[in-house]
T-cell receptor, first 114, second 114 residues
Framework: DTGVSQDPRHKITKRGQNVTFRCDPI?????LYWYRQTLGQGPEFLTY????????KSRLLSDRFSAERPKGSFSTLEIQRTEQGDSAMYLC????????????FGPGTRLTVL | AQSVTQPDIHITVSEGASLELRCNYS??????LFWYVQSPGQGLQLLLK??????LVQGIKGFEAEFKRSQSSFNLRKPSVLWSDAAEYFC????????????FGAGTILRVKS
């Protein structure tokens, strides 16, 4: 069990650029979640996948955000035309299928939009 | 909608003293409740969780929490704090159809005086 990994750990970009983050879940986990955490706040749910199907998206996830999980393994989160308000820590978590199963979080990707 | 309130932004305790971190939730049915800890540069780590049954839940690192339905509370406690417990603590409630979408409070930063 190597845990949830995220890449990159830090990303600095200029406003208007596109960025893509990757999350590798724990290998046998069917569910994968994305959360966003801004300074001084708790994480906020963005979206989640069960295998390759995206089952729910938060209204926080504007049209500039897209997430994929091809083949039900790793996931990518892309932000198009970044804005300064997108600056945050993007967290990925994974879990098994049961509703009581723990979500294990990765270390996060810190995005800074200049 | 489900929500979580952590009334204390910062708490400072002396090493060896007891600790209680407060958490109040808003949820119509029986809630799924969690406490996570986040250390700088580390991912969120689950301390304990409550789904049903005994209202006093034991977790890792000597932490426990008590679910009180009448007060809509799920306070985290530890009888004797260590210097290494300094971190940010988040209470969360499971939301959505399957309770697997976590709604977090804003967090409480714990400082430990040696």
């Amino acid at each position: 069990d190597t845990g949830v990994s995220q890449d990159p750990r830090h990303k600095i970009t200029k406003r208007g650029q596109n960025v893509t983050f990757r999350c590798d879940p724990i290998s046998e986990h069917n569910r994968l979640y994305w959360y966003r955490q801004t300074l001084g706040q708790g994480p906020e749910f963005l979206t989640y996948f069960q295998n390759e199907a995206q089952l729910e998206k938060s209204r926080l996830l504007s049209d500039r955000f897209s997430a994929e999980r091809p083949k039900g393994s790793f996931s990518t989160l892309e932000i198009q035309r970044t804005e300064q308000g997108d600056s945050a820590m993007y967290l990925c978590a994974s879990s098994l299928l049961g509703f009581t199963d723990t979500q294990y979080f990765g270390p996060g990707t810190r995005l800074t939009v200049l | 909608a489900q929500s979580v309130t952590q009334p204390d932004i910062h708490i400072t305790v002396s090493e060896g003293a007891s600790l209680e971190l407060r958490c109040n939730y808003s949820y119509g049915a029986t809630p799924y409740l969690f406490w996570y800890v986040q250390s700088p540069g580390q991912g969120l780590q689950l301390l304990l969780k409550y789904f049903s049954g005994d209202t006093l839940v034991q977790g890792i690192k000597g932490f426990e929490a008590e679910f009180k339905r009448s007060q809509s509370s799920f306070n985290l406690r530890k009888p004797s704090v260590l210097w290494s417990d300094a971190a940010e603590y988040f209470c969360a409630v499971g939301a959505g159809e399957y309770g697997n979408k976590l709604v977090f409070g804003a967090g409480t930063i714990l400082r430990v005086k040696s």
